[in-house]
């Protein structure tokens, strides 16, 4: 199958503004440190690593929140590593995000009908009502949702809402950024259970960061373990969680405490 | 003789409906007992009671909170604090808020000993030294001569640690002491705090969401949903079999990497309407007295 | 959950009402003044000179306050006093938000050299010793409605600026407007549909105030005599007269000062009580 993205040599690097010098440059930190990766047609790609791996800087280069230092990263063909803002609106609604925080990702001041509709119409889609219904309809949400505030909906509903705006748009690719990590174990399954189920319906390509392997497992077909902006493993989920080949890898599995009184845990 | 015996402990909203629901629950001195439950379950709340912390819109309805015992509800307000300070001591959830970030570690961790227990300055210095050697932390001179944000998360999880145990509590409320934390560093304060906990033989309240946390520190566990337990058992037997239909709803929904590809359940809306047809029949026992 | 978090409601502002009231009555007396005062506010008669409000010993009737030492009425006075007050609020404080907002809401949300580049001239602008600048700015251009107003704008427009800009700087750094640029929409659509919604309670609250504020840079500029011509009756002018003779007639001073308090107090409870009552989030 052909590759959706295909990402080389992704270097990212921020100025530390905590170190920086009272005249001159402040100094680079590096985040990303070289990346080579391919997210096939259809994937769901699970990125896994700890706070500081640079995960979610990784998941805001592929939709192009943030701009690359240095290596390449092309999209459908399309090298989008340093397209402009403009250049980049007609791809936009191809590779669409869902966050972490559905609290603060959910603009307080609009209604979930409006949150929905407002980039159906930024994309000129017609039949915006019946795009918003249908949306809601395919996250399990009632059609009345429409007319609420974000600050109205439980944790789990919120999250609904912010997949049903990034598959309103019909995208080829959505980045799911730790979206069930605030979520309670109920929820969570409820979530994990209707993204699968949207992924295989629409033919979507995901891309899924978390933290938690248990979660990885449950979802994705491959997994990419990123330790300190470098990949330290890249394989599909059977395998990786069957030979773990990377020490790190080898460390978190480790570290996951089971339900389960009987783990060795040592 | 258990060293925390709570009793029909009910606490609601001022001017709201009820957050505890007549929960009881015994903690034995060295026992460690679970609080597991959805956020909005009440867990937390029944730290804050014991601590005496509760947030200033709630407001203890009935009960009796007996620690060592002495009911602590019906002491005058000093002497609850004088009692609950000299013997119970919290860990918090988030090491990053729960320093002061003007203040070296050093005062932050002496301050207790001094202001509440009288000790000398000199010895409340060696003794502090003496606790971050004990949490493994390298170099304590110079940790505590630093300020909070020049250590890492799991540092100053681990400085909170030994900031709990430093007047030697009898009892510990850990609330959510590890969710802020990543898998690797969770552990290593998991194991710490069980470590510490035995050596000291003391009594912890240990709050937290994740069920497979429990399974690693806890030997006695009470399920809550909508401020009423629905389970109190041991350990051992809520993972062999949850007595509760909701005990074991939720553990089906927990996932487990070495699962290959078993589906989540997640929980059934006829166990979410059977443990709420629970709760009410509960609060129409409150009404009638 | 079956917490009874849902279940708390907000109390009814009776801030909101009372204030919102009062500015109701006020807006009403400069509209109909013409029509409502009992007698001509500037209409002298010294036979009539310190006559005591109504309800003691001495008073006319229809002179409801009493008058000042020239004759004329207290009341009259004050309601005309009010249609100064509330063109220079509403004019004032409306440009004032205008223009710092707006600025506050470019620097904060497009940062970089725009950011920049407002800061500064905020700093340096705020390095002048603003009441003496306003004064200076009257005795150049002289005294009148429009200069109190510029002189309004000048002094004040920076609390605008920086307050909006480190809002705009803190809702800017919030995931809807990632979620908003992902969405495809362009950087003014941005500022103008995610943006301003959450700046603009605070907005709000600002507004108020510095109407209220308006209303005493107006009093305190007439009461030292740079207000519009001294025949026009002003709160701040009344106050001044009052003061000469406050031990023989008290009323002439503390009629105009409680009307003045009550305005002003009402400004700055107005926008508390509209925030608590028409945020989303809030209610």
Redesign the interface.
Known sequence: MADLYDVRGLRLSLADMTRKPLFGAAPRLEILKGLDFTIPQGAVMGIVG??GSGKSTLG?VL?R?LEPSGGSVRFDGVDITHLD?AA??PL??R???I???PM???????RVGTLIA??LK??GFDDVAGRVARALDHVGLPAGFAAR?P?ELS?GQRQRVGIA?AIA?EPDFILADEIVSGL???????V??LLEGLVRELGLTLAFIS????????LCSRVMVLHHGVIVEDRAT?DL?DSPQAAYTR???????????D?V?A | MSYLEIDRLSVRLRGGGPLLRQVSLTVAAGEVRGLVGESGAGKSMIGKAVLGILPRSTEITAGRIVLDGVDLLTLPPAERRRRIGATCALIPQDPLTALNPSRRIGPQITDRLVDILGWPRVRAEARARELLAEVYIPDPERVMRSYPHELSGGMRQRILIASAFAAEPKLIVADEPTTALDVTVQKQILKLIKEMQERHGTALLFVTHDLGVVSKVCQSLSVLYAGLVVEDCAVRDFFRAPGHAYSAALLAATPKYTDAVASLTPVPDTVIAAVRAEVAAADRRMSHG | MLDGRGSVKRRAGARLWLSAGWLAVLVLAALLAPWITPKDPLAQDLFLGRLPPFWETGAEPGYYLGTDSLGRDVLSRILYGARLALIVALVAGSITCLLGAGLGLLAGFLRGWVDVLISRFIDIWMAFPPVLFSILLIAVIGPGLGSIILAIVIIDWTRFARVVRAEAMAQGAMDYVASARVAGRGRLGIMLREILPNVLPTIVVLLTLEMGIAVIVEAILSFVNLSISTDDPTWGGMIAEGRAAVYQAWWVLVFPLITLFLTVLSFSQLGEGLKDRFDPVLR
């Open positions: 700890g706070s805001r939709v929140l803002e980049l609106r936009r609604r590779f669409q995000m966050f972490q925080d603060s990702s959910l603009n307080p001041r609009h407002e980039p930024l994309h505030y600050h944790g705006r748009l309670d174990v109920s929820s969570q399954a409820q994990l259970n933290h938690d392997l248990s979660v990885i497992r449950r059977a969680f460390e978190l599995l480790d570290a996951i405490p089971l339900p389960d009184p783990q845990w």
